[in-house]
């Protein structure tokens, strides 16, 4: 899924963007990724597209246990699966293309941990979240476009795309909700890095509206870039002293 190198523009920033994607499934996430990333190589800036599990040789391998492996994953196991890549991914991929100033736009990071290990799976929401900050070495993105979407309506576009269902997407509604709530939950508590959109809106507005977002924050880091912005990096625990458990 990661390009093999970043697609570069006329632009590169003097630090790069951290941009994730995050929401059920079936609510578009992995459509406004890659259009976001497509708008961004327009306006000649270099980005990098990725995604996890599996946006390096090793998170492939690890993607197809987690998600098709044939037979049951204990969630404790599960949770560290993919913890592991998140830990290969970051250090091979997103920091060194951050480093370097590019815009790395990613489908799923570690919110996704803790809506579907943490809370779907019911453990301790809080453990998964430290375990992915340990495992990354406390990288947070800058933003986190969350897509919404009432889970019948994203189970009925699953349906309609007649595909297989991988691991996660055949669990019940029951798993679904608790993980569309856990996600709402997430956004309230980090306001400042999430900005939720309705993902059952059409598509080509929602691409707009997102990218309207992304250029005010573009604007804002492209004036301070390197120069005190708020740390990326953040201590393993919950953002703004909020306690997770309250997922």
């Known amino acids: 899924m990661t390009d093999a190198a970043p697609r570069a523009g006329d632009a590169i920033l003097e630090r790069g963007l951290f941009i994730t994607f995050e929401g059920g499934d079936g609510s578009g996430k ?26 390096t040789d090793v998170g492939h391998e690890i993607r197809e246990l987690v998600l098709h ?11 560290l699966l993919y913890a592991a890549d998140r830990a290969h991914h970051v250090a091979t991929v997103v920091r060194p293309a951050l480093e370097a100033g590019t815009i790395v736009v990613q489908d799923r990071y570690l919110d996704s941990s ?15 979240r430290e375990l992915s900050l340990w495992a990354t070495q406390g990288l947070l993105p800058d ?3 969350l897509l919404d979407i009432d889970e019948a309506d994203a189970r009925a576009r699953l349906d309609a795309a007649n595909k297989r269902f991988d691991r996660l997407e055949a669990q019940g509604a029951e ?36 990218a309207e977002h992304v250029d005010g924050l573009l604007a804002r880091h492209g004036g301070a870039a390197g120069a005190g912005d708020v ?3 953040t201590a393993a625990a919950p953002a ?8």
Do not use: C, M, W
Not at 69 to 79: Q, Y
Not at 183 to 190: D, I, M, R, T
């Open 30 to 55: 992995s459509t406004q990724a890659s259009l976001l990333y497509r708008y961004l190589i327009e306006q000649g800036l270099t980005a990098l597209h990725t995604r996890e599990p599996g946006g």
């Open 69 to 79: 492996h044939r037979g049951d994953i204990v969630p404790r196991a599960e949770a």
């Open 114 to 128: 803790v809506a579907y290990q943490g809370v779907g799976r019911e453990l301790d929401a809080v453990e998964v």
């Open 143 to 145: 933003l986190t476009v």
């Open 175 to 210: 798993f679904h909700a608790r993980v569309r709530t856990a996600f709402l939950a997430l956004a309230e508590v980090e306001k400042d890095r999430f900005f939720v959109v309705n993902g059952a809106e059409p598509a080509e507005a929602l691409a707009t509206r997102i």
């Open 231 to 233: 740390p990326r990096d």
């Open 240 to 247: 703004h002293g909020t306690d997770t458990r309250s997922l």
